[in-house]
């Protein structure tokens, strides 16, 4: 079983990092085998050809050679995923967007290299606790257009930091041990 933290994190301290590491123990207390990805090294999507690009049919991208094509390959070997952000002007990090931006346009269409695959959300913002909503729900339209399959929200700030590390670990513990179809009906 194999877990993968992608963490649009910069920071090796603070209130998100703990987060991260929340996730990582219940994954691996779970009985998987977790690996960390920060997103930082990857480029923003050049928008190239007439707007679509080749990687619809491709499903790679024309100029992902490195950081992109690495971490694309990571997410599609993955069998469960946590994607972790800190909350920047209301939404997930630039740094975690642009290769969330690039996956998205890669997987969308046919690449299915994320269809029906259990991920676990999670957001903190900083001092003002704004915009983790708006975090969220820009992390869940990822998952919709990818085809991912939801597993939880969870949702930190300064003021329920220790109570939802407790949830985010107990998250990703049940999601290492939930069928791969929880969702479906
Ligand atoms: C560019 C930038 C934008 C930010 N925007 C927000 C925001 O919209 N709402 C908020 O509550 N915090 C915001 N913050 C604060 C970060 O969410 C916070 O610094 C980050 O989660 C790291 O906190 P930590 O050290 O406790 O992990 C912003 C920080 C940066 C650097």
Redo the contacts with the bound molecule.
């Keep these: 079983m194999k877990f993968l933290l992608i963490s649009g994190?910069p920071?090796s301290?603070?209130?998100?990092?703990?987060l991260e590491t929340a996730i990582e123990n219940g994954a691996r207390d779970g009985g998987a085998e977790v690996t960390r990805v920060t997103t930082g090294g990857v480029e923003r999507c050049r928008v190239c050809g007439d707007g679509w690009g080749t990687c619809r049919d491709t499903h790679k991208c024309a100029f992902g050679a490195g950081a992109f094509d690495e971490l694309q390959t990571l997410a599609r070997e993955a069998d469960r995923i946590a994607i972790v952000t800190?909350?920047?002007?209301?939404e997930a990090s630039e740094g975690l967007l642009a290769f969330l931006d690039k996956l998205r346009r890669c997987e969308a269409f046919g690449g299915d290299g994320l269809r029906g695959k259990p991920v676990l959300l999670a957001a903190?913002?900083?001092?003002?606790?704004?915009?983790?909503v708006s975090a969220l729900d820009q992390l869940e339209r990822f998952c919709k257009h990818t085809g991912a399959n939801v597993f939880d929200f969870i949702g930190q700030?300064?003021w329920n930091a220790a109570y939802k590390q407790k949830a985010a670990y107990e998250a990703a513990k049940l999601l290492v041990t939930a069928p791969d179809n929880f969702g479906a009906r």
């Design positions: 994190n920071k301290g603070g209130l998100c990092r703990a800190p909350v920047y002007w209301a903190s913002p900083g001092g003002s606790g704004n915009g983790l700030n300064r």
